[in-house]
DNA sequence: ATGAAAGCGCTAACAA
DNA sequence: TTGTTAGCGCTTTCAT
């Protein structure tokens, strides 16, 4: 059915190893020959089978993605940015959602082990360890610490956490409160919370922090809402560790009638188009996201094409404030 | 460097063929055989290599997904839910974002053949018709039509923008407007504006309608907002077709001083749970994604294994409506 | 300038 | 129960 480099052969009256010669454009040929291979697999509606290619040269230009889901707008821009990067540097990409499910991931990294990806990227959050170590192909992570030789690339959260934190007590809050994501996962995004703190112990003030379960779902988001007006009524400023939850924020104080951002300061983390298409005065750190895809690519792909590069393993791209009226 | 099952079988003492039929689990091998190749893998960390079998085998189990982009929400959510379906039905997928280029999407069209996927499903809008109907696997579209013999799968379009429409009537709106994406694309998308334009028609109303650009970007979307603003003082209602647009009204009506939805009625398209979180109070109509994605996955699948199924060319799946306070 | 043969890693006849 | 052989579609020596 497919047509094959033989059918091609054969009815450009040559041998495979020349339409091969002319599909590579190695060694000579001649015009003659060539215009007949081209008019053969025009004719068969041609294709080289990558599969046989791949299987030959022993890469696929296949590059793994793992992430989360992309269904939030930060993985989505992100997973976006990488894959066209990806193409246009002439690596595809394999998607895998893990939900941040450790036995999905574990299923994901031998798929595309088997699928002989020549590299992946990771962008999942668990609480275990999975064998990232034993992989024989380069791995970069975002956001996450893998292993010691595993290279992260991430914002600068810790930079985010001190501009979110200074700009609300700046703006003249008195209780200020952070919601931020599990600690106990390994991730640069640790950071914010440990700006927060040293922020506001450096202003002689105890920091208030409410921690997320792992693999928080709206639900449980609004709940901690709740549970933090309810028990702080004199809080006037929130620093959100990402703009869903400040979105959720905003929802619930609008609810209760807490004017923004007279009554409360509220700043997220993203920064995403979607949010702020959304939520345009939602004051919030922004993520980098094109730089975050460029460089994981690049660093990838230097790795992949064995390239000496000076190995730095962990990159951090500066982030900037969104002023929006919420603060 | 990497094993292959010539190295498992060397350490086991056995042929390939035998550690294939432990791999496979095939024909028969002795307890003791089995045992010896398990253990060989596992010293040598072997994984079959997916690329020598789908050569062989002449399936790659490859699935691949052209969209506009992951970092709209509604594409997001789309591609979480058919991915991870593919991945539980033993498929894998190639993502590609067209971005609604013509030209992207026809390499990435070529990509996919010469990657010998199992099928594809599509889900972009551009204006010229590639040549779907010359491709020699399977391919199922989402909300776009490309050629007789291709299946389409939707919501129901007209149902959604007829409930929108009446909404708004109902309560007691003069003067509609509806926003729309470009019309000369071929999409189902288009009859949520039929429906618009028949229920106004009915109602004795003269449709009024603001169509976007095709690959409108967010600067011409607020400029046609500006416009419509600027145009017609007395609206009291948008029917946007996308939940961006609406979240877009909601800012800048907000911006000239008109309550919502004292002053201005609005009602989006897509219902999201990013967007839902984000505007928890839109009233939108709501797309069964997860339904979508299930369909048109479940469809290719039946084409790519060659199931009896009555061919339904044109699934139509219903939508429902999201009462917020925004009507 | 072109072709024949071998091999990438795997599986399925066919033999034994 | 296990092994030998051929072949999936392609590319690259090595000949000619």
């Not at 309810?230 to 924020?249: K, P, R, V, Y």
């Amino acid at each position: 059915m497919k047509p094959n480099i033989k059918d091609v052969a054969t009815l450009a009256g040559v041998s495979a190893t020349t339409v091969s010669r002319v599909l590579n454009n190695r060694g000579y040929i001649s015009e003659e020959t060539r215009n007949k291979v081209y008019q053969a697999m025009e004719e068969l509606h041609y294709f080289p089978n990558d599969v046989a290619r791949s299987l030959f040269r022993k890469s696929t230009k296949f590059i793994g993605l793992i992430f989360p889901t992309t269904s939030h707008p930060f993985f989505g821009e992100l997973i976006l940015n990488i894959e066209r990067i990806c193409s246009t540097r002439g690596y595809k990409v394999l998607l895998c959602n893990s939900l941040n499910d450790q036995e999905k991931e574990s299923e994901y990294l031998e798929m595309l082990q088997r699928n002989q990806v020549d590299g992946i990227i990771v962008g999942t959050h668990n609480q275990g360890t999975l064998n990232y170590e034993k992989i024989r192909f380069p791995v970069v992570a975002i956001d996450r610490y893998l292993s010691d030789s595993i290279p992260v690339v991430s914002s600068d959260n810790y930079q985010g956490g001190k501009i979110a934190a200074e700009l609300l007590l700046e703006s003249g809050c008195k209780k200020i409160i952070h919601i931020c994501g599990p600690q106990q996962l390994k991730t640069p995004a640790n950071q914010r919370t440990n700006a927060f703190k040293d922020v506001m112990k450096n202003h002689g003030i105890e920091p208030v922090i409410y921690e997320l379960p792992v693999n928080f779902q709206q639900p449980s988001t609004i709940r901690m809402i709740h549970k933090i007006f309810d028990e702080h009524q004199d809080i006037d400023g929130i620093f959100a560790s990402d703009d869903l939850i400040a979105a959720s924020i905003l929802a619930e104080a609008y609810g209760i009638g807490r004017k923004i951002p007279d009554d409360l300061k509220v700043i997220g983390y993203d920064g995403t188009e979607t949010v702020q298409i959304c939520l345009p005065h939602l004051t919030t750190i922004r993520q980098p996201i094109k730089q975050i895809a460029e460089k994981s690519v690049s660093m990838l792909i230097d790795l992949i094409e064995g390239k000496q590069f000076e190995r730095q393993y962990e990159e951090t791209i500066p982030v900037s404030i969104k002023k929006g009226t919420t603060v």
